[in-house]
């Protein structure tokens, strides 16, 4: 889908603000959005829940935990005081 730059600002913005993922902060307005159109969301597919799914899930968040943890720290100061930094902004 093509979008527009000043919808695609909006929809990061959105995003950034309500700490979403830019498809889920869409998918959330529209919604919120469809009932007043009449549209209702399709229902959502329930989570697989066997065992070979779980450890594929658990696989794939390990996977993206040890991204994370080889990630540099590029801040060295505590947590406490980076966030009151950003608190007093």
């Known amino acids: 889908m093509n979008l527009s730059q000043e919808t695609e600002a909006l929809a990061q913005r959105v995003a950034v603000a309500k ?3 830019v498809d889920d902060a869409i998918r ?6 469809a009932p007043s159109t009449n549209i ?10 066997s065992p070979a799914a779980v450890a ?4 794939r968040f390990q996977e993206f935990a040890d991204e ?5 720290i590029l801040d ?5 005081e980076i966030v009151d930094d950003l608190n007093a902004i």
């Open 19 to 21: 700490r979403l993922p």
């Open 56 to 59: 594929a899930r658990l696989a």
């Open 40 to 49: 209702l969301p399709e229902p959502r597919q329930p989570r697989d829940l």
């Open 76 to 80: 060295p100061r505590p947590v406490q």
């Open 68 to 72: 994370l943890a080889a990630m540099p």
């Open 28 to 33: 959330q307005a529209l919604e919120a959005f």
